[in-house]
């Protein structure tokens, strides 16, 4: 299973990488997810990262279930979702792109 890693962790990484001050690393990524964020959610635009892949916003419809127990039919309002496709030639694991 693959392990998680949280935005501190990921900002220390680009720390490390780059050879960034911590605190510079923190800002970068931040304002990099907010902007994903942004474009996905209030500008509704999907975010392509050429060799990484493309994460895209999609309404699921509403959806129909049977309570186990009460039997009672729910509907689950619409929803959206965020999906990840990835890239067909990934990036190599051993030699960072920018190489």
């Known amino acids: 299973m693959n392990e998680t890693v949280n935005a501190n962790e ?6 490390e990488e780059f050879g960034v001050p911590i605190k510079e ?3 970068a ?4 997810w907010l902007l994903g964020s942004h474009l996905l ?3 509704g635009k999907d975010v392509s990262i050429s ?4 994460l895209r916003r999609q309404r699921m419809a509403p959806k129909r279930f049977k309570h186990p ?8 309002d619409a929803k959206d979702v ?11 694991l051993d030699k960072p792109p920018w190489e």
């Open 82 to 92: 965020i999906k990840f496709k990835a890239s067909k030639n990934p990036f190599e």
């Open 69 to 76: 127990v009460s039997k009672k039919i729910i509907t689950r």
């Open 10 to 15: 990921f900002a220390k990484r680009y720390s």
């Open 29 to 32: 990524c931040h304002r990099v």
């Open 41 to 43: 959610y209030a500008e």
């Open 25 to 27: 690393a923190i800002i």
């Open 51 to 54: 060799r990484f892949g493309v």
